[in-house]
């Protein structure tokens, strides 16, 4: 059974930043790309930003771009979404998703391309 646990969110004010981190655990454990979604109020879920297994290729979303930055560790199989400028638009819930079946990275952006999925956490920015 494999888990994913996202931690990391919280209460900032515009401007400022946070480091959402998602840990995998489970056994036989095989990640391929690792992906994050948000979803706010109201709205539909959104793809936000996914690194594939090495960690070399990376993708983010127009309105994230230049101001997240997603990395993993494979060795603790974690990754990390460092967010910075933070807007209130950024406010959603956060959540992480695995690909354990190594699906062509062409669709890192869309939710079928990924296997797993954590329970979120919550990212509020104030104005």
């Known amino acids: 059974q494999v888990q994913l646990v996202e931690s990391g969110g919280g209460l900032v004010q515009a401007g400022d930043s946070l480091r959402l981190s998602c840990a995998a655990s489970?056994?036989?454990?095989?990640?391929?790309?690792m992906g994050w979604f948000r979803q706010a109020p109201g709205k539909e879920r959104e793809f936000v930003a996914a690194?594939?297994?090495?960690?070399?290729?990376?993708y983010y979303a127009d309105s994230v771009k230049g101001r997240f930055t997603l990395s993993r560790d494979n060795a603790r199989n974690t990754v990390y979404l460092q967010m910075n400028s933070l807007k209130p638009e950024d406010a959603a819930v956060y959540y992480c998703?695995?690909?354990?079946?190594?699906?062509?990275?062409?669709?890192?952006?869309?939710?079928?391309?990924?296997?797993?999925w954590g329970q979120g956490t919550q990212v509020t920015v104030s104005s």
């Open positions: 690194i594939s297994r090495s960690g070399g290729y990376t």
């Open positions: 998703a695995a690909d354990l079946s190594g699906r062509p990275l062409l669709s890192v952006k869309f939710g079928n391309h990924y296997d797993h």
């Open positions: 489970g056994r036989g454990l095989s990640l391929y790309s």
